[in-house]
C-alpha cells in the first residue's frame, strides 16, 4: 500500500491567519485510513475538531474570526463544525458567513465542484477550490443506514483502523474491517468490527450483477436473525462492497476445520437446534411479502454450504447459549419474483455443486449454458447436505468430514463416472437420488455419540424423511421441517435415546457408560491411535455400514462381509433405513474405551480391548511404511495442549499419541530454527511454543535438540543429551534453564527490519553436519512469512532449498532424511502467501523429478502434522 497525505502539504501555504497551535493539534491527531486508490492518507475525525473547537474557556471560535464573529458559537459547533475547521486550516474562516448564509451545513459535504450558489466571484471560486482540494483530510466517510449502492468519491477516505483478509475467489474478498468508533452512527451496526464483501468489478465489469443480487437480495429480507445483518453497501473506484456484520467465528466449515467439538449434551442440542434454524432463514428468503397479500413472492439462495453459513459463538466458551448460526452469501441468488403453483425458477451455474440437488445437475456438456428450471426447493436440498455434513462432524471432527467425503468420491468414481467431468465427483446424490454411504455415514456418527442424545438422532431423520429426498418426494416448505424439529425438540422424551436408534440383525449391546456420560473430550475423539483407512476401503462401491464406523473413524475396523448393492439404487423412500448387518458397534466418546486407550497406551493397537471384541488392527503394520497415515494414527493434539500438559506437570507419556510418535519417528534431531525479527519478537506466544516443543522432543532427540536465531544463525544453542541420560549426572539439564539464555536474546533490543531468512537458512545448512546421512534431521521453522524482499514469493528461499536436495543427492539421502516445516504465525498475506509458494513449489533433483522436502502448517495446526511435515506425503499435502 502506498502512504501518502492525499493532496500536496499537510499544511496550507502561509498566510496571516494561519493558526500554529491548530495545525499543531491536527497533525498530532491524525488517523490513518484507506482511500478509494488503495492510499493510506491522513484524516482528522470529527470528534477530535470538536474537542478543539470546545475546549471550555479556549474562546477559539472567535479568536479565530479575530473577535468579529456575528454566529452564535452553537450552531458553529452542531452544522459547520467541518467547514469552519476546513476555512481555518486554509486560512480563510471568515467565510464561514457564506456557508451560513447559504445554509450549506456539513451534512452536504464532501462536494465535487464548486456549488454554484456561492456565485462566480473570483475570489469566491478560488477558496471553494482550494476549499475542494482540502476537504478530503476533514471528511472520511461517515457510515450510517441508508447506505445503498451508494457511489463515493475516491479520494473520499474509508476510517479503516485495521483490515485483515478472511479469504478471496476469483469474484470477491472479504475482509474484516475495525472503524474508529466516531465514523458510523450509533444503531448502525453491532460493533465496530464488520465485514466488506469486495466484488472484483474493478477487473470484471460482469460481476456487478453478482454486486447487486446480493444488495437486492440483503435489501428484500429484512431483519432475520438467521441471516446475517446487511448494513449497506457502496461503490468507489470501481469496486463494489457489500458490508456485513461480523461473525467472530468465522464459517460453519472454519469451525469444522477447527475441530473443537461441543462437550456436553445441552451443547450438541444447542448446535444441532442452531443449525436446524436455518430453515427459518429459508423460510424468509422462500416467502417475501414484496406484492399483493394473494401472491407468494421469494427466491432460492441456490448456494448453501459449510462456507457460506456464518458462525457466531464465545471465544472463551464457543458452545454456549450465545452459538449460533446465519446464512450469507446471497451473490447467486435468484431475483424476487411471484412464485407461481410449479415453484420454479431459473438456476444459473455458480454455486457449489457438491451441495446442489440431482434435479440441478448438469451431467452432459452441452447443458453449462442452459438455464435451468428448478424449484426453489433445492436450498432445503442443500441444506440438508450442510446438516449431513454437521452430523458426522459431531462425533469425529473434521477428519470424519473428509472421510465422508472421500466415500461419496469413491462411490460416485466407481458407478457415476458421468458426474465427475461436471464437478459433482464428491455431491450428495448420483444424479436421481441420494448415495447410501451418505445414509451409513449417518448411522455411523449415531453410533458413536453419547447414548442420552435422542436429539441427533431426529435430526438424521428429519434429514433422510424430508430434505435429502428427490424433488418429487422432497418436503417443499420450510416450515414444515421446523415446525416439525421444533415439536420433537420440545418433548422431554427427546432427551431419551431414539426407539429406532440402531436397525441391525441382531439386538444391540451398548457399550459400559463412563462415570461422567453427559461429557467428552472437546477435541474430536477421531485418530484415538486406533482408526485407520483400509486400502480395500476406498475399492469399495459403497461402503457397508461397518467400513463407515472405520473409514469415518467413528469406531475400529472389524471383520465384516461385504454388502451387496445395486449399482444404481433406487431413490430413498420417506422414512426407509438401510438394514445393517451384525456388526459390534463402537463405544460413544462418552464410554470407557476413553479411559482404556489412555491406560492401555503402551500396548500394541491389536491387544486393545474395543467393547469386548478383538480384531487385527491395520496398525501391526510396520510404521515407517505408512508414514502417511498420521492423521488417523495420532489425535488432534494441538501446541496449546502440550503447554497445558506442561504447566499441569502432566508426563509426556500421558499425551495421547506421544508413545506412537516416538516410535515411529526415531531416530531423528530435530533443530528449531526461530525468526527473531521484530515482529515476530511482538507475538507472546512463540517462545512458549518453541520452549514446549522441545520440551516434547527432548527424549526423542538423542542428540539433543537445537535453537538457532535467525538474526545470530552462528550461534547454537543444544540441549546436553548426556547430561539427560546419564544415571550419575541427578540433576539433568531442564527445558526452563536451556531456554533462559534464548528468552533473554529474544527479548532483547535489537535493529528492527524484517528477517533475512535466505541468509539465515544458508548459514544453517552449510554448516558441515548440518545435513548428515547419519543423522535423519526435521527442520522447524518458526516465523511469520515476513522477511527481506517485501513482495517476493519467496524464489530466493527456493534456491536455498534446492542446494540442500543437491547436497542430500550428493550424499545418497532418501527424501526423508532431511526436511524443513515452516511453522507460521500471524495473518500477514503476503508472509502467508510466501509460505505457501515455498510449500507448493519443491525443487528438482539431478533427474528432473520433485524432490518435496518442505511442508507449511499453522502453529494453530496438529502438533503430530506439524513434527511429521513433509517426512510424509500425506499430512504435507493435508
Known amino acids: 500500500m502506498v502512504h501518502s497525505h492525499d493532496n500536496p502539504g499537510l499544511h496550507p501555504a502561509d498566510d496571516a491567519s494561519r493558526n500554529e497551535e491548530y495545525f499543531a493539534f491536527i497533525e498530532k491527531n491524525l488517523s490513518e485510513g484507506v482511500n478509494g486508490y488503495g492510499h493510506h492518507v491522513w484524516f482528522v475525525r470529527t470528534s477530535i475538531l470538536r474537542q478543539w473547537w470546545t475546549e471550555p474557556g479556549g474562546r477559539r471560535i472567535p479568536r479565530a474570526l479575530d473577535l468579529q464573529n456575528g454566529i452564535d458559537n452553537n450552531v458553529i459547533i452542531d452544522c459547520y463544525l467541518i467547514i469552519f475547521s476546513i476555512l481555518v486550516f486554509i486560512g480563510k474562516p471568515h467565510y464561514i458567513h457564506e456557508f451560513v448564509r447559504q445554509g450549506y451545513t456539513d451534512a452536504r459535504l464532501p462536494f465535487v465542484n464548486p456549488p454554484r450558489v456561492f456565485g462566480t466571484d473570483p475570489a469566491m471560486v478560488d477558496m471553494l477550490r482550494l476549499f475542494r482540494d482540502r476537504q478530503w483530510k476533514f471528511c472520511p466517510v461517515q457510515f450510517s443506514k441508508g447506505m445503498v449502492r451508494k457511489f463515493i468519491d475516491p479520494r473520499q477516505i474509508l476510517p479503516i483502523m485495521e483490515s485483515k483478509l478472511l479469504r478471496s475467489s476469483p469474484k470477491s474478498t472479504i475482509k474484516v474491517v475495525k472503524l474508529y468508533p466516531d465514523c458510523y452512527d450509533s444503531g448502525w451496526a453491532p460493533s465496530d468490527t464488520i465485514v466488506f464483501k469486495e466484488f472484483r468489478t474493478n477487473e470484471d465489469n460482469t460481476l456487478r450483477y453478482a454486486w447487486a443480487r446480493e444488495c437486492n437480495a440483503l435489501a428484500h429480507i429484512g431483519p432475520c436473525d438467521q441471516i446475517v445483518q446487511y448494513l449497506g453497501s457502496f461503490e468507489q473506484k470501481d469496486r463494489c462492497f457489500v ?149 458426522v462432524w459431531l462425533p469425529g471432527g473434521w477428519i470424519a468430514v473428509q472421510t465422508a467425503e472421500q466415500d461419496r468420491k469413491t462411490t460416485i468414481a466407481a458407478s457415476h463416472k458421468h458426474l465427475i467431468g461436471g464437478g459433482y465427483g464428491s455431491c450428495f446424490h448420483d444424479g436421481q437420488a441420494l448415495l447410501p454411504c451418505v445414509l451409513r455415514s449417518h448411522q455411523a456418527a449415531l453410533a458413536s455419540l453419547p447414548s442420552t442424545d435422542g436429539i441427533s438422532q431426529r435430526v438424521s431423520d428429519l434429514i433422510e424423511r424430508m430434505m435429502l429426498q428427490p424433488s418429487s418426494s422432497r418436503v417443499k416448505r420450510s416450515m414444515d421441517i421446523w415446525n416439525e424439529f421444533d415439536k420433537l425438540s420440545m418433548d422431554p422424551v427427546a432427551n431419551q435415546p431414539y426407539p429406532e436408534q440402531r436397525s441391525s440383525s441382531r439386538p444391540f449391546s451398548s457399550p459400559p457408560a463412563a462415570s461422567s456420560p453427559n461429557t467428552y473430550n472437546r477435541q474430536s475423539s477421531f485418530g484415538d491411535g486406533l482408526m485407520t483407512l483400509s486400502p480395500s476401503t476406498t475399492n469399495q462401491i459403497v461402503p ?240 511469520n512469512g515476513i522477511w527481506e524482499g517485501g513482495c517476493n514469493r519467496g524464489d530466493n528461499i527456493k534456491g536455498t532449498i534446492a542446494h540442500v536436495v543437491k547436497q542430500m543427492e550428493s550424499m545418497n539421502m532418501l527424501r526423508t532424511e532431511f526436511t524443513i516445516q515452516f511453522v507460521s504465525f500471524g495473518n500477514d498475506p503476503i508472509g502467508i502467501g510466501r509460505l505457501d509458494y515455498v510449500d507448493d513449489n519443491p525443487p528438482k533433483n539431478s533427474q528432473g523429478e520433485k524432490w518435496d522436502i518442505v511442508d507449511h502448517k499453522r502453529h494453530t495446526d496438529n502438533v503430530w502434522k506439524i513434527l511429521w511435515g513433509a517426512a510424509s506425503e500425506a499430512v504435507d499435502g493435508s
Open 243 to 391: 458490508m456485513l456484520e461480523y461473525a467472530n467465528g468465522g464459517s460453519l466449515l472454519d469451525l469444522f476445520k477447527r475441530d473443537t467439538l461441543p462437550q456436553t449434551i445441552t451443547e450438541i442440542q444447542r448446535v444441532q437446534k442452531s443449525l436446524m434454524s436455518l430453515l427459518l432463514a429459508i423460510n424468509r428468503i422462500h416467502n417475501l411479502k414484496l406484492r399483493a397479500e394473494d401472491q407468494r413472492t421469494g427466491f432460492a439462495h441456490r448456494d448453501i454450504n459449510p462456507e457460506n453459513i456464518l458462525v457466531f459463538q464465545d471465544k472463551d466458551d464457543p458452545f454456549s447459549k450465545d452459538f449460533k448460526v446465519k446464512l450469507a452469501d446471497f451473490d447467486t441468488a435468484t431475483a424476487a419474483q411471484v412464485i407461481d403453483s410449479t415453484e420454479s425458477g431459473p438456476q444459473d451455474n455458480n454455486g457449489n455443486r457438491t451441495y446442489s440437488p440431482p434435479e440441478a445437475s448438469r451431467q452432459h456438456k452441452a447443458q453449462e449454458v442452459d438455464l435451468m428450471q428448478v424449484s426453489i426447493d433445492c436450498d432445503i436440498w442443500s441444506l440438508g447436505c450442510v446438516l449431513a455434513d454437521a452430523l
Open 544 to 783: 457397508d455400514p461397518d467400513l463407515s464406523l472405520s473409514t469415518l473413524g467413528l469406531g475400529s475396523p472389524v471383520a465384516h462381509n461385504r454388502a451387496s448393492l445395486p449399482a444404481s439404487p433406487s431413490p430413498i423412500s420417506p422414512g426407509s433405513r438401510l438394514e445393517t448387518p451384525t456388526a459390534t458397534y463402537p463405544p460413544s466418546r462418552s464410554s470407557s474405551f476413553d479411559k482404556r486407550l489412555v491406560e492401555n497406551k503402551d500396548l500394541p493397537p491389536s491387544q486393545v480391548s474395543n467393547g469386548g471384541s478383538s480384531h487385527t488392527a491395520l496398525h501391526q503394520q510396520e510404521p515407517h511404511a505408512h508414514p502417511e497415515q498420521t492423521s488417523v494414527l495420532f489425535p488432534n493434539k494441538f501446541v496449546s495442549d502440550i503447554i497445558n500438559c506442561r504447566r499441569s506437570r502432566q508426563a509426556r507419556e500421558e499425551i495421547l499419541g506421544f508413545e506412537r510418535f516416538k516410535q515411529t519417528i526415531q531416530p531423528r534431531h530435530f533443530i528449531i530454527v526461530i525468526d527473531d525479527s521484530t515482529l515476530m519478537r511482538a507475538i507472546e506466544q512463540v517462545m512458549d511454543i518453541a520452549e514446549s516443543l522441545v520440551w516434547l522432543l527432548k527424549p526423542i532427540d538423542s542428540l539433543g535438540v537445537e535453537i538457532r536465531l535467525t538474526s545470530n544463525p552462528n550461534k547454537r544453542y543444544q540441549l546436553n543429551p548426556k547430561a539427560f541420560r546419564s544415571k550419575i549426572f541427578r540433576l539433568p539439564q531442564t527445558t526452563e534453564s536451556f531456554f533462559k539464555p534464548i528468552r533473554e536474546w529474544f527479548r532483547g533490543e535489537r535493529g528492527s527490519g524484517p528477517c533475512n531468512m535466505e541468509f539465515a537458512l544458508n548459514k544453517i545448512f552449510r554448516e558441515a553436519g548440518v545435513v548428515n546421512p547419519d543423522h535423519p534431521t526435521s527442520v522447524l521453522v518458526l516465523t
